[in-house]
Structure formats: C-alpha cells, structure tokens
C-alpha cells in the first residue's frame, strides 16, 4: 500500500476557506479515482467528495456541495480540496484516499494516512 500524506489544516473561522493538499506516488495516482473523507470526533468517517482518473466526472456529499470543490494535479500526484464558506459542523480531520474508480471510492484500498486537523469557529 501507498502512503498518503495529507497537509494544509488549520484553525479558521466560519465563513473562511481552507486548501488542503494530499501527497501520494505515482504508482498509487496513475488510473485511480481520487477522493477526500473526513472523520469529526465520536463519529464515523464520512466521504466528502471525489473525482475521476480522467478528472471529467465528480461527487459530493451533499452537505459541502456548492462549497467543496476536488481538483488534482496529474503531474504532481496530487489531490487538492478547496473548502469555503467552512462551518463549525466542517471540523474534523480531512483524509484522502484512492480507488480503481469512481464509483468504487467509498471503498478505498490504500492505507488511511494521518489526516489533517479542520477546525472552523462560530
């Protein structure tokens, strides 16, 4: 299994945007659907959003909708998410992880990394 790092957490106050950052290697990138999951305390982890390999297809929880959005970068075997309008029911620690496809993503294969902490303010 691939290792993910994840990065670009912090302390902010509602209404404000984060962009956190997730690291991988190209073994673990190349044809994988990519996506972000987030896990807030005493609850399960959740899935937030998701893209394609081709980068054409996307999806996300309902709730970040219209706020979140997914991006990669296919040379940097990153994936990127971009978070505004962030509420104190966002915080929690935001992973990432792959899949062979999209809609396999709610399943992912790799190892979960170590997560990066959100916490939004009221």
């Known amino acids: 299994q691939e290792r993910l790092v994840e990065s670009g957490g912090g302390l902010v106050q509602a209404g404000g945007s984060l962009n956190l950052s997730c690291a991988t290697s190209?073994?673990?990138?190349?044809?994988?659907?990519v996506g972000w999951f987030r896990q807030a305390p005493g609850k399960d982890r959740e899935f937030v959003a998701a893209?394609?390999?081709?980068?054409?297809?996307?999806r996300y929880a309902d709730s970040v909708k219209g706020r979140f959005t997914i991006s990669k970068d296919n040379a940097k075997y990153m994936v990127f998410l971009q978070m505004n309008n962030l509420t104190p029911e966002d915080t929690a620690v935001y992973y990432c992880?792959?899949?062979?496809?999209?809609?396999?993503?709610?399943?992912?294969?790799?190892?979960w990394g170590q997560g990066t902490q959100v916490t939004v303010s009221s």
């Open positions: 992880n792959l899949a062979p496809a999209l809609g396999m993503i709610t399943s992912p294969r790799e190892k």
């Open positions: 893209m394609s390999w081709g980068g054409g297809r996307t």
């Open positions: 190209a073994r673990a990138f190349a044809g994988s659907a």
